[in-house]
């Protein structure tokens, strides 16, 4: 999902490309990077690899653990299971409660990862979309994507590709089965 060369990240890895390098295997601890589209970060944190599988690489994130950004910080008062598919527009967050209840799943139009050492980044395309149990899906951020339209300089096509990826990420919400929540020591 490039755009006039903004904000695009270097090759996508292959599952296999990532078996062979032996860099990025269950139980490491990366950095996990969001991007503007200008590739500037604007927030990270660590993260657990739970698993390297099926084209995605999927990542825990506990409670109580620092989320960073250029303005300072917070922690985080969830759980949080994300899955980055290596071709796929967004990635997918199965948030939980610390009772283990789902609290959400939350999906961020988004590159694909690229990963770079202890690294994966992603670049943040504003749109997200939430399924909370018991609620209708909901789109959020479309003002933010509107500024960054204009900001970064879209192409129209671009738009429409992010808008094609929210509809794709409204069928994968409706249809997601939580994995449950992440297993303590994982």
């Not at 490309?17 to 990077?33: H, K």
């Not at 009772?99 to 992603?122: F, M, V, W």
């Not at 479309?142 to 990420?169: I, N």
Request: hydrophobic share 30%.
């Amino acid at each position: 999902m490039g755009h006039k060369g903004r904000g695009t990240l270097s090759q996508t890895p292959t599952e296999e490309g990532i078996a062979r390098s032996g860099s990025t295997l269950p139980g490491d601890v990366v950095t996990v990077m969001a991007l503007r589209s200008d590739g500037n970060p604007y927030r990270w944190w660590k993260a657990q690899v739970e698993s390297v599988s099926n084209g995605r690489i999927v990542t825990v994130s506990r409670v109580d653990e620092p989320v960073q950004g250029p303005s300072g910080g917070w922690v985080h008062t969830h759980d949080t299971r994300t899955i980055y598919w290596f071709k796929r527009p967004y990635n997918l967050s199965e948030v939980y409660e610390p009772s283990g209840r789902l609290k959400q799943i939350y999906i961020h139009i988004a590159s694909p990862p690229a990963l770079r050492g202890d690294e994966i980044l992603y670049t943040d395309h504003e749109l997200d979309v939430v399924r909370r149990p018991g609620h209708p899906i909901r789109v959020l951020d479309e003002d933010e994507f509107s500024v960054a339209a204009r900001h970064y300089g879209y192409s129209p096509a671009f738009q429409a590709s992010c808008r094609k990826a929210v509809e794709e990420a409204r069928r994968l919400a409706r249809h997601w089965t939580p994995l449950g929540p992440p297993r303590r020591g994982a």
